[in-house]
């Protein structure tokens, strides 16, 4: 068992190299704020090394083992965007999408949020994009200027609220990997579908906030949909369903852990998917014999996204870079210098304090992820302050959600912005303020809850 124990890490920490180099033969294309990332990051890391580490072979070992953690994080991301891959190009999409839009007035808010949450899934931030043209496409070609911009505003707020809450406990998705590496005794398994309750109140409260703001404003009806069926959308969520079953039967038979078993699931459903959907044109095609052998096709969606790999090199910067600091600030961070103030506060004001931290750190720009990892880092054992780690691993999940849905600087903000003709702090701060204000009650809420019931299962 021990000489498998550091097999792995010596895996790790030839991934973690492997990284470092990747990044550094990508850094002459690596946008402006990768670039500060990386090297902020790995400044600060650095100094909380140089004050933790008590010889250099402590040093040593606290680079490796931070990289393997960005590492471990940045394949995660690679594997999720296998996924993705598979679905940019998946008919499937686009037809539940129609089907979303074109649902009666009555309904249409409750389905495109449903939407951006069960396409963001799967498709990231990807899927604002796609329900986004759908959305455009509609919109422009009915009613009076003015009316087509509310409809559009309204139509794209459901989409990105869905996206956000969605962030609250998808195992498909970086928050996951983050929080469980940041807080390892947290029992995630029975948080996530605590979080998946949570969300789902808060499209709730997305949608109230619809209707109480447009009362009186009638939507113009929309062609009805030709496929009323929830064949396809079940389908939809079969498939995550199947990634989840099967992430958990790795799991049990690995023994490597939740995150590893979904790194390692993801691409083999991808391709699953991908030789699915080559079938089915083939079946609804007259000419199969013009579609190459399946292999063929296989090989040349692999060559496609490892022609694609290198256009991650930001994200795989900043899961990276925070990974390692994380780790390497953990020693520094989790002195008696910051465990003595934070043990003079009540056990549950740090939980409730991580879902504002999040929010005003979006404001500033800072990405949910190294907000994330830093605390990981500063309460290495929150145990010791009194404050359990379910409850703690809760708060940032909760928060992630939140953060996502306020900050002007995330790539949802953005591509939610650009469809909609205005700037990224409309939409996230000012037009979104009302939900996230009281989303974040709910979050308090769930959190005084949660503080509650943990110690009945002993977490």
């Known amino acids: 068992m021990v000489s498998e124990i550091a097999d792995v890490a010596r895996i790790g920490d030839a991934a973690g190299l492997l990284l470092l180099l990747f990044l550094a033969l990508e850094w002459r294309h690596q946008p402006r704020y990768a670039r500060v990332v990386l090297v902020g990051f790995s400044a600060a890391g650095m100094a909380g090394i140089a004050l933790s580490a008590r010889d250099p072979a402590a040093a040593i070992g606290l680079i490796l ?43 249409r808010y409750a389905a495109l949020t449903a939407g951006g949450y069960l396409f ?5 931030y990807g899927a604002i994009d796609l329900l986004g043209a759908l959305v455009s496409s509609a919109s422009g070609a009915r009613g009076p200027t003015a009316e087509r911009a509310v409809s559009a505003r309204r139509m794209m707020l459901a989409v990105y609220r869905g996206f956000c809450t969605m962030n609250a406990w998808n195992p498909l998705n970086v928050m996951t990997a983050v929080v469980t590496t940041a807080v390892p005794a947290a029992p995630m398994r029975l948080l996530m579908p605590l979080g998946f309750l949570v969300s789902l109140a808060m499209l709730a409260i997305g949608w109230v906030e619809d209707c109480w703001r447009w009362r009186g404003h009638d939507e113009p009806a929309r062609p ?33 852990g939740l995150i590893t078993a979904v790194t390692l699931v993801v691409p083999l459903v991808a391709l699953g998917w991908i030789a699915a959907e080559i079938r089915s044109v083939a079946r609804l095609g007259a000419t199969a014999a013009a579609l190459p ?7 040349r969606r692999a060559a ?17 870079a925070s990974g390692f600091m994380g780790v390497a600030l953990g020693g520094a961070l989790s002195g008696s210098a910051l465990a003595s103030p934070l043990a003079s506060l009540p056990p549950l004001a740090i939980p409730l ?29 929150p145990s010791a302050l009194g404050v359990a780690p379910a409850s703690l691993a809760f708060a940032c999940m909760l928060g992630w959600a939140l953060a996502v849905s306020v900050t002007p600087m995330s790539a949802s903000a953005i591509t939610t912005a650009r469809w909609l003709r205005v700037s990224p702090w409309r939409v996230s701060t000012v037009w979104n303020a009302g939900f996230a204000i009281a989303a974040l009650l709910l979050a308090f809420g769930a959190i005084i809850a949660l503080s509650r019931i943990m110690p009945m299962f002993g977490a």
């Open 65 to 107: 083992a931070g990289w393997r953690r960005g590492a471990a994080l940045a394949a995660f991301y690679f594997a999720l965007a296998a996924l993705r891959d598979a679905a940019e190009t998946s008919p499937l999409f686009r037809r539940v999408g129609r089907q979303l839009l074109g649902q009666p007035p009555g309904r």
């Open 120 to 124: 963001g899934i799967i498709l990231s």
């Open 224 to 256: 009805a949909v030709c496929d009323t069926s929830w064949a396809a959308p079940l389908r939809l969520i079969g498939l995550v369903a199947l990634v989840m079953l099967l992430a958990e039967a790795a799991d049990a038979v690995l023994r490597r």
């Open 293 to 299: 052998p399946l292999p063929a096709w296989l090989a």
């Open 304 to 320: 496609r996204f490892a022609a694609r790999a290198p256009n991650f090199r930001a994200e795989a910067t900043i899961l990276g």
């Open 353 to 381: 304090a991580v879902p504002p931290i999040l929010m005003l750190t979006g404001q500033l720009g800072l990405n949910p992820i190294a907000v994330v990892a830093v605390i990981g880092g500063a309460l290495p054992n």
